[in-house]
């Protein structure tokens, strides 16, 4: 069979919550359109192998959960490598002054209905951190004077 058989009907099916975690992630959708295909490209890459069983439905859950996973990381490591060199995130948009990893954490466990053990795996993080940076961001994005606790929060 064609790879393209094995990988349209879970395109098809996982395209927008993956893309659109990438724009949480990023707020630029350039950048977020080049960091989700840059690593589709490598997790099918690395598994070029083995792409029918890892595209079975069966296997969608944690195939999704995979890609999260290293859409999260190919985002800190471009962070990391870059320097922050631009600078993409509109603040005043109050979701983009959260850290990386409480945007991750918060648009996985609201719009997928993650489990805070799935979350935790995905992220890298003990779930007790995990659990810590949801309630912060939660509290940030409640309040009302948000500039005063900017400040306060730590950087991962």
């Not at 979701?95 to 466990?109: D, G």
Request: avoid cysteine; hydrophobic fraction near 40%; aromatic fraction near 14%.
């Amino acid at each position: 069979m064609k790879l393209q058989e094995f990988l349209s009907p879970f395109v098809n099916k996982k395209f927008t919550i993956l893309y659109s975690f990438t724009y949480s992630l990023i707020g630029n959708e350039k950048e977020a359109e080049n960091i989700f295909f840059d690593s589709f490209t490598a997790f099918l890459l690395e598994n070029s192998n083995k792409v029918e069983a890892l595209f079975s439905p069966d296997n969608y859950s944690r195939r999704e959960k995979d890609l999260f996973h290293l859409i999260l990381m190919s985002v800190v490591a471009q962070k990391e490598l870059l320097l922050e060199k631009t600078n993409p995130r509109p603040y005043e948009e109050k979701y983009f002054l959260l850290s990386l990893y409480e945007r991750a954490i918060l648009f996985l466990r609201h719009k997928t209905n993650l489990e805070l053990s799935e979350i935790s795996e995905i992220a890298g993080l003990q779930i007790n951190k995990v659990v810590s940076l949801l309630q912060s961001a939660r509290k940030f994005l409640s309040s009302e004077d948000f500039t005063s606790e900017l400040f306060q929060y730590e950087v991962l």
